[in-house]
Structures are given as structure tokens and as C-alpha cells.
């Protein structure tokens, strides 16, 4: 970026400040340490999956190069980019829509056409870090629309708060439906969706004003979508969002078929959000999420290693792709 953008983007972001929070003290550290440990989760992902990979293939009497060689070939590539690029427009019109709605509900009224591009340009920033992307889009508002960015920040707080809970919806019942098939790790899963259950409950009452009513931390404008969250705000994002994740269980059993992995929706249905999950984590090629792939299907170490690696990478790539067909009119909104 030049310099008068550069400036621009400082300016917006110190707009999604909240004037009534202190400075951080440390933030330096606090981001070195984070560094750190994403590197370290980086280190051990990227160990067990060579760990694995080099003893699949040392088993088939294969070098490690000619054993992953041989997977990739026999992949059918041609239905899977076709699914994946289907999937893939699927997923940024069901995203445009549920970040649309969530504007609707606590900012101001904005068309969906209008939300498209500020949406697929901040793809192309997702591909270093989707939360830094969703800062993107508060900026972008700011600049087009002149909205605070803090009001923005604050919906986009809140998606990432309703995505998390979703997920676990989501794995949640797949766990009643194939709970008995899973790996021995999921039967944590009844305690974990309790207690996230318990803490969405006393969540929402703390920001309704019906706990610890004297408190005045929910009173922070950053925290401005969850003071005017209702019940019905909380559905109706489970319900547009739930597509999209529906959808994926389809295409994601499909393709691990293409890639001569035998899997059902159901068996999908609990592992997804799990993965989706992993794939959050900022780790380069999205070292978490193939991990957890090859865990969750140890005789396809191979198969499900590839998969992962080609399966979310394309995905990130290709939602950029769909950002640089915006590319002009956002540029056009934002400097001319």
C-alpha cells in the first residue's frame, strides 16, 4: 500500500478503539508470545505429519516423494475443482448474506450487493488471516460508508462469537447420531457443549442487563452487537449460516471419495466443525487442519494428508480469486 492508504488504515483502525478501554500495557510481548506458540503448533503438526507420512510410505516400500507422487495421481481432479469452485461461490454468497443480516440488525441498513464486495476483497487478506480480513471489512465501511469502525468491529465480534457456538451445534449432533463411531477424544464433547451451553446462557443475561446489572464492562462500545443481541439474532445467525456448513458435509464427503477415501455425511458431521475449528488456527498451509485430517483417519495417512493441504488451500485461494473480481469497484468505492 502507498503511504496516503497506509495512513488511511491507521486512522480506521484507531476508530475501532474503544476510547473507554485502557492502553494495553504489553502488547509487544502479549504478540511475541502469540507468535511463539503458533510457531511451536506449527513445528509439532508439521512433525507428526512427516512422522506419519514417511511410516506410511517406508510400509508400501516407497521413498516419501514417490509414495505422495502416487496419491496426488490418483486423485480425480477434474470433478473435484468443479465441486470445490461450486462449493466455494456457495460458501461467499451464504458469508455475504449472514454478514449483511448482522449489519441490518445492529448498525444501519445495507443491500447485499453492496456488502459483496467488501466481503470478496477481504478474502484476499484472509489468506495471511481470516480475523485480520474481518478487520479489513471494518475499515473498508469506515472508508465507503463512514460508519465507526468500532460499530463495525463489534458485529464482526459478534459473527466470530456465533461461529463458534455453531460449530459446536453442529458437532454436537453429529455426536447423537454416529457418537458411538467416533474416536475415543469425542466423548469429551456432551461436557464441553454443557458447559458452552451454561456460559451462552449466563453470556446472554450479563448482556440484557439481567446480571450483575451495576457492572459497566458490557457498556464498552465495542461490545455494542451483544447489548442489542436478542434470542432471535442468535437463531436466525445459526439458521443462515447452517447452509453453508450443510453443503460442506456434502462436498467434503464427495471429495474425499475423488480421493479414494470411503466416507458418509455422518461420519462428516462430527468431524467438520472440529476441523473447521483447526483450520482457524494461523498456521501456514493450514498445518493444524491437515493434521487433524490424518488423525481422524489414520489408514489414509496419505490420502487425508493431501487432501487436507489441497482441500483448504484451494478453498482460501480461490475465495481470493473471487475477491479480485471485486477488486476494481471496492477500489473505486474506497479512493474515488
Known amino acids: 500500500m502507498s503511504d496516503p492508504q497506509s495512513t488511511d488504515t491507521e486512522q480506521a483502525t484507531a476508530s475501532m478503539a474503544d476510547p473507554e478501554e485502557p492502553v494495553a500495557g504489553q502488547p509487544k510481548k502479549k504478540g511475541l508470545a502469540g507468535r511463539i506458540v503458533f510457531l511451536i503448533i506449527t513445528a509439532l503438526c508439521f512433525a507428526y505429519l512427516y512422522y506419519r507420512l514417511n511410516g506410511a510410505a517406508m510400509r508400501e516400500g516407497l521413498g516419501l516423494v514417490e509414495y505422495m507422487s502416487q496419491v496426488f495421481a490418483n ?82 465480534l ?59 464492562f458490557r457498556e464498552r462500545r465495542i461490545l455494542l452487537a451483544f447489548r442489542k443481541a436478542n434470542i432471535k439474532h442468535y437463531v436466525m445467525f445459526f439458521l443462515l449460516r447452517s447452509p453453508a456448513l450443510l453443503a460442506a ?52 495417512e496419505g490420502q487425508m494428508a493431501a487432501f487436507g493441504f489441497v482441500q483448504h488451500n484451494f478453498f482460501i485461494l480461490f475465495n481470493a480469486v473471487i475477491g479480485l473480481v471485486f477488486w476494481r469497484r471496492a477500489q473505486r468505492e474506497l479512493f474515488e
Open 249 to 300: 458435509i456434502v462436498v467434503y464427503t464427495t471429495a474425499l471419495n475423488l480421493f479414494g477415501v470411503e466416507a458418509s455425511f455422518l461420519t462428516l458431521l462430527p468431524y467438520l466443525p472440529v476441523i473447521f475449528f483447526a483450520a482457524a488456527v494461523p498456521t501456514p498451509m493450514r498445518a493444524a487442519a491437515i493434521t487433524f485430517w490424518v488423525i481422524l483417519f489414520p489408514e489414509n
Open 158 to 216: 459478534f459473527i466470530m462469537f456465533c461461529e463458534i457456538f455453531y460449530l459446536l451445534i453442529w458437532a454436537s449432533v453429529g455426536f447423537i447420531f454416529a457418537g458411538a463411531d467416533l474416536p475415543d477424544a469425542f466423548s469429551l464433547l456432551p461436557a464441553i457443549s454443557g458447559g458452552a451451553a451454561i456460559f451462552f446462557i449466563v453470556w446472554y443475561l450479563y448482556f440484557n442487563g439481567t446480571l450483575l446489572t451495576n457492572n459497566s
Open 75 to 156: 486423485v480425480a481432479w477434474l470433478p473435484w475443482l468443479g465441486l470445490m469452485m461450486a462449493y466455494s461461490l456457495f460458501y461467499f454468497l451464504i458469508d455475504t448474506l449472514v454478514v449483511t443480516k448482522a449489519l441490518n440488525w445492529f448498525i444501519a441498513p445495507i443491500k447485499y450487493k453492496d456488502i459483496l464486495p467488501i466481503r470478496a476483497s477481504a478474502y484476499i487478506i484472509s489468506i495471511f488471516n481470516e480475523q485480520i480480513g474481518k478487520g479489513a471489512m471494518a475499515y473498508y465501511l469506515n472508508r465507503r460508508d463512514k460508519i465507526p469502525g468500532w460499530e463495525v468491529g463489534s458485529v464482526m
